[in-house]
Structure formats: structure tokens, C-alpha cells
């Protein structure tokens, strides 16, 4: 242990003037009684931490106001003409039918072709008996079915209603996220701003389709273990200020952690939504236990590694692994409790063998998944919107959700040639600054081992990396919205470090206030420009074509 601690024995001579006094010594290792007091220990831990309850009332106000207000800007920006295009779009067609079919019989049933027709007129006589193979599982499809329920299903608000309700909520939570992170209300409040203007996140809101509520769910597990983190330094510090002697070698065991059982619980949610969410589980799972090991380290505990691999590694996984599969089993209650949904008692018609003795309705669960995994492996269908993982980062490719192009005298245009889209297209400039961010955060965590940087690329990794892996499949832009929370936190990261630290001289203060108020006005400025392709107003062709800034994006 390795700290500076003034010599408070030393006594100054009587005789002697101030500055003759020799200096004061240093000691290199700190008494143990003193090192390793809660006190001690917390501020080796945590950090200097500012307590909510001695901040002045009105900053208090702010810690909240400032996300709540991101949020209603990031909800004014979805609500308004929500029901715009009036019609199924892109995706919507799976899963708005799916959700329908849930709230008639709790699975998903089949739909004739050319069913758009009469559903987008409120007309659900194509509704069929039979049961309809799809390959992702149910928790999105009843969010939206939810949005049906409160509005009815003949009501396109109604149909984009959770999704806009969950962007919305997804802004205020990551102002906080940032405000946790960054210790910064402005900080905090910047992050939500970015993602409430920017369009990727915007049409992904406005649309009735799954990754919406992937990212959602994600990111209350990342918020949960960010409690979580400070939760146990808080446990690991009473801990071993009560009787470190006697633990310093393993350290103790922290207890239940229960952020950790509520990020297990989201995370199964967001699994539960699409198996991308697999991917956060195990991201995030190694996150969780690499900031446990870290803490013993720097507590002092002399066999970290293997302590933390034992008693923090071993009950995160359970903490959050079998949470997450039993709540992931959950979300198929529909499935289980249907009669003749697709596979339902696939088990009951065929041998078991060696897996007699578990049930059939698991095994039939068991071989749905296999097919289903089988369809994803092989899903390598041209699409004229099909985007490598590779271009994602600087927005290679858009996916076109909606396209109309009216002539003059048509659907209220009143020029020669009109358009009216909607393209998952973020803002040009979060979107290409966030991904320089990312590239300088890489750098930055390996020379300087900042917490925060590690974290941001974990949740950058965990939504981006394991798509590079499938260079072949038929995948889209849009499923970037998972990872587009941590490629803001990782802008904002970086613009903080241009605003510099309060401590800071005045001047540098202002030349990063300058720049970061000039970027901010900028991304204000290109997102008012591009609004009208990501919400389906209607604006002259030649209007459309001046916002395709790059020829992939046609």
C-alpha cells in the first residue's frame, strides 16, 4: 500500500523562524490502523464523492430537472405525429401483426398474404387458426401489444406507442447514467440531450420494431451494475474496516448483491427481446467481475485475483446468469400456456431418449430454439439495405423504413416531385464524432485504466464487436440502436475532457466551453435539417436529395 501521508509527529523548534523549519517528512506506507478505516477505505474505493444531502436545494432540483427536461425534448421529438405514416412500415409488418395475434391468444398465429391491406384499415379478418413459425422471442412483441391494448389495434399511435414510450424513458435514464459517470449535472444532461435529437434514436422510437426495447433494457442493466459497483466498494469498505487483519489475505464475501439480481432480471428481459441480448450478458457479466477484482486490489486484499474470482465472480454469474434464464423463461408463458402454438408439443410426438426425464414441453421449447438458431445461421438473403457491421460506425448504410415519392397534386404536395421518408439515419455529426470518441477512448483507457472509459467500451463491444462476426448474414444499420447509448457516453466522455476539470484555469475553461457549445449548436442544427426524413414529412424531392450526403445513402 502505497500512500503519502503527512508526518503529523514532527514539532517545530521554538527558536526557530517558520521558514528555517526542515520539511516535513513522507511516509511511503500508511499506518495500517488509518489505511484501512471504513473512511479510508471508501475514499481508496470510491473517490471523493459529493453527498446529496449536504448539496444545495437548488442543485438538487437540477439532478433531476436536467434529465427530466432531455427526456420531454427527446418525447416531443417522438410523440408528434406518431401515427405518421399511416400505414404499416418496414418491420411492422411481423411484429405489430404478432402483437395482435398475442392479445387474441397469447402466441403468435398466421396472417394470409397481402394482409397489410385490411390490417392498415382496421380490418384483422386475416387472422388465421393456425400457429406462425417466428424466430425471436415474445417480450417485444407484447410491449407493443400493450401500445394496441391501451389505443386498439386499429390505431397507429397505438401501435408505436411503447416504443415511443421507452426511447423517451431511455433519455432520462441515461442523463442519469451520465451524471453517476461523469459526476457532472451538465454532463449528464449533454448525453441526454445528444440522444433525444438524434435521428437513428428518434425513428427507432417512432417504430414499431424489437431493438428499441433491446437497447432499453440493456441499458437499465448498465445502470444497475454502476449501482451496483459503488454498492459493493461501499460493502467491501465496511467490511474490511471492521476487521481487516484477519481478512486481508481473501477479503470477505459481500452478500447478495441485489443491483446485480435486477440487472439479471433486465438483462433476461432483453434476451427475451432478441438473443443479441446474449451478448450484453456476457459483456456485461465480465465487466461486473473485472471492477470487483480491481476493488480488492486496490483495498489491498493480497490474493485478489483468486478472491474475486471465487467470492465475487462466482455469485455475479449466479447473481445474474440463472436470474437471467429464469426470467428469459418467463417471457414464453403465452407459449406454454397455448394449445397449439408452433412446436408446443413437438416433445409429445417424439422420443426423448436419454432426456426422459425433462418435460416435454421444454424439450419441444428446446427444439423451437434449435430451429430458430438454425434460421439465423443461415439467414444470408440479399436486401438492398443489407449493411456490414463495418460501415455501421460512420453510417454506411441506412436502412430505408418508409418511401413515398407523391407528384404534384397528390397527397398534399404542391411541387413537381415530393418525398416523404423515413430512413434510420442518425445525426451526421454525433455519429461520426462518436465513433472517433470510441477510437480515442481505446487509447485513453489503456494508458490511463479510467473505469469509465472500460465501461463505455464494454457496452460499445457488447452491442457492436460480435455482429463483425458475421460478415455474411443479411444484418441492418438499425440494429445499432442497441450500442448507440455508449457511443454517446463515450462523446460526452470525451467532450468533458475538452471542457476540462473545475480545477482547470480559467482560460482553458472557456476555450472548451466555446467548442463544446459549438458542437452542441452544430448537432442542433443538423438534426432540425434532418427531422423531416426521419418522421415522414412531406418535402420536395430535390429537398430529399440534397440531405444524401453520401451515395450509400440513397
Same mark, same amino acid.
Given at each position: 500500500?502505497?500512500?503519502?501521508?503527512?508526518?503529523?509527529?514532527?514539532?517545530?523548534?521554538?527558536?526557530?523562524?517558520?521558514?528555517?523549519?526542515?520539511?516535513?517528512?513522507?511516509?511511503?506506507?500508511?499506518?495500517?490502523?488509518?489505511?484501512?478505516?471504513?473512511?479510508?477505505?471508501?475514499?481508496?474505493?470510491?473517490?471523493?464523492?459529493?453527498?446529496?444531502?449536504?448539496?444545495?436545494?437548488?442543485?438538487?432540483?437540477?439532478?433531476?430537472?436536467?434529465?427530466?427536461?432531455?427526456?420531454?425534448?427527446?418525447?416531443?421529438?417522438?410523440?408528434?405525429?406518431?401515427?405518421?405514416?399511416?400505414?404499416?412500415?418496414?418491420?411492422?409488418?411481423?411484429?405489430?401483426?404478432?402483437?395482435?395475434?398475442?392479445?387474441?391468444?397469447?402466441?403468435?398465429?398466421?396472417?394470409?398474404?397481402?394482409? #397489410?391491406?385490411?390490417? #392498415?384499415?382496421?380490418?384483422?379478418?386475416?387472422?388465421?387458426?393456425?400457429?406462425?413459425?417466428?424466430?425471436?422471442?415474445?417480450?417485444?412483441?407484447?410491449?407493443?401489444?400493450?401500445?394496441?391494448?391501451?389505443?386498439?389495434?386499429?390505431?397507429?399511435?397505438?401501435?408505436?406507442?411503447?416504443?415511443?414510450?421507452?426511447?423517451?424513458?431511455?433519455?432520462?435514464?441515461?442523463?442519469?447514467?451520465?451524471?453517476?459517470?461523469?459526476?457532472?449535472?451538465?454532463?449528464?444532461?449533454?448525453?441526454?440531450?445528444?440522444?433525444?435529437?438524434?435521428?437513428?434514436?428518434?425513428?427507432?422510437?417512432?417504430?414499431?420494431?424489437?431493438?428499441?426495447?433491446?437497447?432499453?433494457?440493456?441499458?437499465?442493466?448498465?445502470?444497475?451494475?454502476?449501482?451496483?459497483?459503488?454498492?459493493?466498494?461501499?460493502?467491501?469498505?465496511?467490511?474490511?474496516?471492521?476487521?481487516?487483519?484477519?481478512?486481508?489475505?481473501?477479503?470477505?464475501?459481500?452478500?447478495?448483491?441485489?443491483?446485480?439480481?435486477?440487472?439479471?432480471?433486465?438483462?433476461?428481459?432483453?434476451?427475451?427481446?432478441?438473443?443479441?441480448?446474449?451478448?450484453?450478458?456476457?459483456?456485461?457479466?465480465?465487466?461486473?467481475?473485472?471492477?470487483?477484482? #480491481?476493488?480488492?486490489?486496490?483495498?489491498?486484499?493480497?490474493?485478489?485475483?483468486?478472491?474475486?474470482?471465487?467470492?465475487?465472480?462466482?455469485?455475479?454469474?449466479?447473481?445474474?446468469?440463472?436470474?437471467?434464464?429464469?426470467?428469459?423463461?418467463?417471457?414464453?408463458?403465452?407459449?406454454?400456456?397455448?394449445?397449439?402454438?408452433?412446436?408446443?408439443?413437438?416433445?409429445?410426438?417424439?422420443?426423448?431418449?436419454?432426456?426422459?426425464?425433462?418435460?416435454?414441453?421444454?424439450?419441444?421449447?428446446?427444439?423451437?430454439?434449435?430451429?430458430?438458431?438454425?434460421?439465423?445461421?443461415?439467414?444470408?438473403?440479399?436486401?438492398?439495405?443489407?449493411?456490414?457491421?463495418?460501415?455501421?460506425?460512420?453510417?454506411?448504410?441506412?436502412?430505408?423504413?418508409?418511401?413515398?415519392?407523391?407528384?404534384?397534386?397528390?397527397?398534399?404536395?404542391?411541387?413537381?416531385?415530393?418525398?416523404?421518408?423515413?430512413?434510420?439515419?442518425?445525426?451526421?455529426?454525433?455519429?461520426?464524432?462518436?465513433?472517433?470518441?470510441?477510437?480515442?477512448?481505446?487509447?485513453?483507457?489503456?494508458?490511463?485504466?479510467?473505469?469509465?472509459?472500460?465501461?463505455?467500451?464494454?457496452?460499445?463491444?457488447?452491442?457492436?464487436?460480435?455482429?463483425?462476426?458475421?460478415?455474411?448474414?443479411?444484418?441492418?444499420?438499425?440494429?445499432?440502436?442497441?450500442?448507440?447509448?455508449?457511443?454517446?457516453?463515450?462523446?460526452?466522455?470525451?467532450?468533458?475532457?475538452?471542457?476540462?476539470?473545475?480545477?482547470?484555469?480559467?482560460?482553458?475553461?472557456?476555450?472548451?466551453?466555446?467548442?463544446?457549445?459549438?458542437?452542441?449548436?452544430?448537432?442542433?442544427?443538423?438534426?432540425?435539417?434532418?427531422?423531416?426524413?426521419?418522421?415522414?414529412?412531406?418535402?420536395?424531392?430535390?429537398?430529399?436529395? #440534397?440531405?444524401?450526403?453520401?451515395?450509400?445513402?440513397?
Amino acid at each position: 500500500m502505497t500512500h503519502s501521508v503527512s508526518d503529523s509527529s514532527r514539532t517545530a523548534e521554538p527558536d526557530l523562524p517558520e521558514a528555517m523549519l526542515p520539511e516535513p517528512r513522507t511516509k511511503w506506507l500508511a499506518d495500517p490502523a488509518s489505511a484501512f478505516t471504513k473512511a479510508a477505505l471508501e475514499a481508496r474505493l470510491l473517490g471523493q464523492r459529493w453527498r446529496f444531502s449536504n448539496t444545495p436545494a437548488s442543485l438538487r432540483l437540477w439532478f433531476w430537472l436536467l434529465p427530466a427536461l432531455t427526456a420531454v425534448i427527446g418525447g416531443v421529438l417522438r410523440f408528434v405525429r406518431l401515427g405518421e405514416p399511416n400505414s404499416l412500415i418496414f418491420d411492422e409488418t411481423y411484429y405489430v401483426k404478432d402483437a395482435y395475434s398475442y392479445l387474441q391468444s397469447g402466441y403468435e398465429r398466421s396472417w394470409p398474404d397481402k394482409a #397489410n391491406d385490411l390490417f #392498415n384499415v382496421g380490418n384483422f379478418s386475416g387472422l388465421q387458426s393456425t400457429p406462425e413459425y417466428v424466430v425471436h422471442p415474445p417480450v417485444g412483441k407484447w410491449l407493443i401489444a400493450a401500445g394496441m391494448w391501451l389505443f386498439g389495434p386499429a390505431n397507429t399511435f397505438g401501435w408505436r406507442f411503447s416504443a415511443a414510450v421507452v426511447g423517451t424513458i431511455s433519455i432520462f435514464v441515461l442523463a442519469l447514467i451520465a451524471q453517476k459517470m461523469f459526476r457532472s449535472t451538465l454532463l449528464g444532461g449533454l448525453a441526454g440531450l445528444l440522444f433525444a435529437i438524434d435521428g437513428h434514436a428518434i425513428v427507432m422510437s417512432r417504430t414499431s420494431v424489437l431493438d428499441i426495447f433491446v437497447m432499453f433494457f440493456a441499458l437499465l442493466a448498465f445502470g444497475a451494475l454502476l449501482l451496483d459497483r459503488d454498492d459493493g466498494r461501499r460493502r467491501l469498505a465496511a467490511r474490511l474496516g471492521t476487521r481487516f487483519r484477519g481478512a486481508l489475505g481473501y477479503g470477505p464475501w459481500l452478500g447478495i448483491r441485489w443491483w446485480r439480481v435486477a440487472a439479471g432480471v433486465s438483462l433476461g428481459l432483453c434476451t427475451g427481446t432478441k438473443w443479441s441480448g446474449l451478448f450484453f450478458i456476457a459483456g456485461f457479466g465480465l465487466m461486473t467481475v473485472f471492477w470487483d477484482l #480491481n476493488a480488492r486490489r486496490i483495498a489491498g486484499i493480497r490474493y485478489w485475483v483468486s478472491s474475486g474470482a471465487i467470492k465475487d465472480g462466482l455469485f455475479a454469474f449466479v447473481s445474474m446468469v440463472p436470474v437471467a434464464a429464469l426470467t428469459y423463461l418467463a417471457t414464453w408463458t403465452g407459449w406454454f400456456l397455448s394449445k397449439d402454438a408452433y412446436d408446443r408439443h413437438w416433445g409429445d410426438t417424439n422420443p426423448a431418449g436419454p432426456w426422459g426425464w425433462v418435460p416435454s414441453s421444454l424439450r419441444s421449447l428446446w427444439h423451437y430454439h434449435s430451429t430458430a438458431y438454425a434460421f439465423h445461421n443461415g439467414l444470408d438473403s440479399d436486401h438492398p439495405y443489407k449493411a456490414n457491421a463495418w460501415s455501421w460506425l460512420v453510417m454506411g448504410r441506412p436502412t430505408s423504413f418508409y418511401a413515398q415519392y407523391p407528384t404534384q397534386g397528390t397527397d398534399g404536395c404542391t411541387v413537381k416531385e415530393c418525398a416523404a421518408v423515413v430512413t434510420s439515419m442518425g445525426n451526421p455529426l454525433i455519429w461520426w464524432a462518436g465513433g472517433l470518441a470510441a477510437i480515442f477512448l481505446i487509447g485513453y483507457w489503456a494508458l490511463r485504466r479510467d473505469w469509465r472509459a472500460g465501461a463505455i467500451l464494454a457496452g460499445l463491444a457488447s452491442g457492436y464487436l460480435p455482429w463483425l462476426l458475421y460478415p455474411n448474414r443479411t444484418i441492418f444499420f438499425f440494429y445499432a440502436i442497441a450500442y448507440e447509448p455508449y457511443l454517446i457516453l463515450g462523446l460526452v466522455m470525451v467532450l468533458g475532457l475538452v471542457l476540462g476539470k473545475p480545477s482547470a484555469p480559467s482560460w482553458q475553461r472557456a476555450q472548451g466551453a466555446l467548442f463544446v457549445g459549438i458542437f452542441v449548436v452544430l448537432a442542433l442544427v443538423i438534426s432540425a435539417y434532418f427531422y423531416p426524413l426521419w418522421t415522414a414529412e412531406l418535402i420536395p424531392r430535390q429537398d430529399w436529395q #440534397n440531405h444524401m450526403w453520401m451515395p450509400s445513402w440513397i
